[in-house]
């Protein structure tokens, strides 16, 4: 089946280390997307990428880095910059822009740093 | 991209229909209309989505109004699995990646 697979579902890190979170979609889809979710809180968007080898930055890229070098791949690193790393993180993808079509989410990461 | 306004919470009895609002007073003409909800602690799921005209689906319906200004989801025989968070959303399908999900609306389904 088609999807989008994110590893791991918990991620325990130290405080300054940077830590790479992975999504893998098989769906075909063009354009993949980074949000983070804090408690009680909606989803806000990180980077998102339209095509391969290439990548946007969204309402909080500040601390994280991206890189699309497969069209089925979108890794998230969190980096030592970013202040209060610890949140869920869930990947989408989309099929071409230029069609009606809506996200398909992924299961989530949930990193804690300690 | 339109932001939208939606209440923060709901109740609904079981087996009742649930209407979810949404304010999105600001779309443009190209905006697709989406509604997802997010069971806690999975990835958000996709709903229905429309842009002019009222659509509905096995899940759900979509209603927009002739302005296009706000929309409801109704939820014909809401069952205790219903209870989620209801996200909508507006997107323009030429820029796909700003979509801005508010903090939603919680729906909580009593029995």
């Known amino acids: 089946d088609g999807g989008i697979t994110q590893s791991p579902k918990y991620l325990f890190r130290k405080e300054g280390q940077n830590v790479t979170l992975s999504c893998e979609q098989n769906l075909n889809h063009d354009a993949m997307y980074w949000y983070r979710q804090d408690p009680g809180q909606g989803l806000r968007l990180i980077y998102y990428s339209q095509i391969v080898n290439d990548f946007q930055k969204g309402d909080i890229a500040e601390g994280y880095s991206v890189s699309r070098e497969k069209k089925e791949s979108f890794p998230l690193t969190v980096t030592s910059a970013q202040k209060n790393p610890t949140a869920f993180y869930l990947c989408?993808?989309?099929?071409?822009?230029?069609?009606?079509?809506?996200?398909?989410f992924g299961s989530g990461t949930r990193l804690t740093v300690v | 991209d339109a932001k939208t306004t939606q209440p923060p919470s709901m109740d609904c009895a079981e087996g009742r229909a649930a209407n979810l609002p949404c304010n999105h007073s600001t779309i443009s003409g190209n905006e697709y209309v989406y509604w997802y909800r997010q069971i806690h602690s999975q990835g958000p799921q996709y709903i229905i989505h429309g842009l002019k005209n009222n659509e509905t689906n096995e899940m759900a319906s979509l209603i927009i109004t002739e302005d296009r200004k706000s929309s409801t989801l109704i939820l014909p025989h809401a069952t205790l699995r219903d209870t989620a968070v209801y996200y909508c959303i507006v997107r323009v399908n030429t820029n796909a990646g700003k979509s801005t999900f508010g903090d939603g609306t919680t729906l909580t389904v009593k029995p």
């Open positions: 989408a993808s989309s099929i071409d822009p230029g069609v009606a079509g809506g996200y398909t």
